[in-house]
């Protein structure tokens, strides 16, 4: 069990359950805020865990009452609190190598800042790996995410990436994860658009793994939905509206964040009669795939 100052006790549906302390899980998982949005935790029978977040970023173009790749984030942080909670354990680094998100019926579109809730539970867990999945609702569920995770212990993910260790900077106010990563876009061609990245400054990945700044998953999987969007709209030939049906990423490697990395998007499908598009991306540093993300659109 945690420690006993780390719990305190709430009902639900007639029992009595542990509420988390974030603090405690927080450094269980080597994530803080403002990566960490979540402003409740919540054991659940089963080993589950309850998690209730506001939104941060605007949807642009995607439908729906959350950013796939903000959804994304939360869920998979969501995942790992289900690995540690209830259990003493030193501080492990969970990194997310692949995942699939779905989009589920029912969902309404929502303004920036409202209130939703998250329940996540493990599949799998060893000592080296867990695979989590995840649920997210707005009074119904509207998506779903299974996530895979490499397990690090601290003085494991310490000796493979210390050289990507700095001193840790004052947060500022406000989260970077409000705004889009800013890009250069190359000319699209017909079914094909890439785009590039500067290097990240620390800032803009704070609470991910502190002292150790680096691209975090979801926010390359939104950097590449700013691509895929502007293909898209290149595709039509005009600007649309369009809900994301799912979206599986691969992260091959953590990218450390004082390099620039660049963002190929090409089309595999696309049907008007359908309204439906397939799309596949590559991230690349320098000639190395780190990352890849397919994803399937209804507009």
Same mark, same amino acid.
């Given at each position: 069990?945690?420690?006993?100052?780390?719990? &305190?006790?709430?009902?639900?549906?007639?029992?009595?359950?542990?509420?988390?302390?974030?603090?405690?899980?927080?450094?269980?998982?080597?994530?803080?805020?403002?990566?960490?949005?979540?402003?409740?935790?919540?054991?659940?029978?089963?080993?589950?865990?309850?998690?209730?977040?506001?939104?941060?970023? *605007?949807?642009?173009?995607?439908?729906?009452?959350?950013?796939?790749?903000?959804?994304?984030?939360?869920?998979?942080?969501?995942?790992?609190?289900?690995?540690?909670?209830? &259990? $003493?354990?030193?501080?492990?680094?969970? !990194? =997310?190598?692949?995942?699939?998100?779905?989009?589920?019926?029912?969902?309404?579109?929502?303004?920036?800042?409202?209130?939703?809730?998250?329940?996540?539970?493990?599949?799998?867990?060893?000592? &080296?790996?867990?695979?989590?999945?995840?649920?997210?609702?707005?009074?119904?569920?509207?998506?779903?995410?299974?996530?895979?995770?490499?397990?690090?212990?601290?003085?494991?993910?310490?000796?493979?990436?210390?050289?990507?260790?700095?001193?840790?900077?004052?947060?500022?106010?406000?989260?970077?994860? /409000?705004?889009?990563?800013?890009?250069?876009?190359?000319?699209?061609?017909?079914?094909?658009?890439?785009?590039?990245?500067?290097? !990240?400054?620390?800032?803009?990945?704070?609470?991910?793994?502190?002292?150790?700044? $680096?691209?975090?998953? =979801?926010?390359?999987?939104?950097?590449?939905?700013?691509?895929?969007?502007?293909?898209?709209?290149?595709?039509?030939?005009?600007?649309?509206?369009?809900?994301? @049906?799912?979206?599986?990423?691969?992260?091959? &490697?953590?990218?450390?964040?004082?390099?620039?990395?660049?963002?190929?998007?090409?089309? !595999?499908?696309?049907?008007? *009669?359908?309204?439906?598009? @397939?799309?596949?991306? /590559?991230?690349?540093?320098?000639?190395?795939?780190?990352?890849?993300?397919?994803?399937?659109?209804?507009?």
């Amino acid at each position: 069990m945690l420690p006993a100052e780390a719990v &305190r006790w709430f009902h639900h549906g007639g029992d009595l359950m542990p509420r988390l302390d974030i603090s405690t899980i927080c450094d269980r998982i080597a994530v803080q805020a403002p990566y960490f949005a979540f402003g409740e935790l919540q054991g659940l029978p089963d080993g589950a865990v309850r998690g209730v977040f506001a939104s941060e970023q *605007t949807t642009g173009y995607e439908r729906g009452p959350v950013a796939s790749a903000e959804v994304g984030r939360h869920l998979a942080i969501l995942g790992s609190c289900a690995a540690v909670a209830g &259990r $003493a354990t030193e501080r492990i680094y969970y !990194l =997310a190598t692949r995942a699939r998100f779905s989009t589920l019926d029912g969902a309404q579109p929502r303004e920036p800042g409202r209130i939703f809730e998250a329940t996540a539970e493990t599949v799998s867990h060893d000592r &080296r790996s867990l695979k989590a999945q995840a649920i997210v609702s707005d009074g119904r569920p509207f998506a779903h995410l299974h996530c895979d995770y490499q397990a690090l212990p601290e003085r494991v993910f310490q000796r493979l990436f210390q050289d990507y260790r700095t001193e840790e900077t004052p947060l500022a106010e406000g989260s970077p994860y /409000r705004e889009p990563i800013p890009l250069e876009f190359d000319e699209p061609q017909a079914l094909s658009l890439t785009a590039r990245s500067q290097p !990240l400054a620390p800032a803009r990945c704070a609470g991910h793994f502190p002292g150790y700044p $680096a691209w975090p998953v =979801a926010i390359i999987a939104e950097t590449i939905a700013q691509v895929v969007s502007r293909l898209l709209h290149h595709i039509l030939g005009k600007e649309v509206d369009y809900s994301v @049906v799912r979206t599986d990423v691969a992260a091959l &490697r953590l990218v450390p964040a004082a390099v620039s990395l660049s963002f190929h998007a090409d089309c !595999l499908s696309a049907s008007r *009669t359908l309204s439906h598009y @397939v799309f596949s991306a /590559r991230v690349l540093w320098g000639e190395e795939i780190v990352a890849t993300l397919d994803t399937e659109l209804r507009v």
